[in-house]
């Protein structure tokens, strides 16, 4: 957490082709971000949950994971789905919950 600023809770998921062992090596190779590096950045470089997030999904990851990212007002949440070489926003609508959960896109 980054007090005053957002929050990032990691949860990794299992995907056929991004999992595989394989997968990881090629992407090791290729110079992509173990997780925990690209959310130790986001605490350290972003000011903001919307710089934030920004910079979450624009990282190419070693291993598939779902981040939810929260910050300081009720309209700054979302959970974004990684899939190593692209992403997708998961919002809530209004004022609803924010829910995340080992399902993967």
Same mark, same amino acid.
């Given at each position: 957490?980054?007090?005053?600023?957002?929050?990032?809770?990691? /949860?990794?998921?299992?995907?056929?082709?991004?999992?595989?062992?394989?997968?990881?090596?090629?992407?090791?190779?290729?110079?992509?971000?173990?997780?925990?590096?690209?959310?130790?950045?986001?605490?350290?470089?972003?000011?903001?949950?919307?710089?934030?997030?920004?910079? $979450?999904?624009?990282?190419?990851?070693?291993?598939?994971?779902?981040?939810?990212?929260?910050?300081?007002? /009720?309209?700054?949440?979302?959970?974004?789905?990684?899939?190593?070489?692209?992403?997708?926003?998961?919002?809530?609508?209004?004022?609803?919950? $924010? $829910?995340?959960? /080992?399902?993967?896109?």
């Amino acid at each position: 957490m980054a007090p005053g600023r957002f929050s990032i809770t990691v /949860n990794f998921v299992t995907h056929a082709e991004d999992s595989s062992r394989t997968g990881l090596v090629a992407r090791a190779v290729a110079g992509f971000w173990p997780v925990a590096w690209a959310v130790r950045r986001a605490f350290d470089e972003c000011k903001t949950f919307k710089s934030a997030a920004k910079f $979450l999904k624009s990282q190419y990851l070693l291993a598939p994971v779902l981040l939810t990212v929260v910050g300081t007002k /009720n309209s700054e949440r979302v959970v974004i789905e990684c899939g190593c070489e692209d992403y997708w926003i998961r919002e809530p609508e209004g004022t609803e919950p $924010l $829910l995340t959960t /080992n399902h993967y896109a």
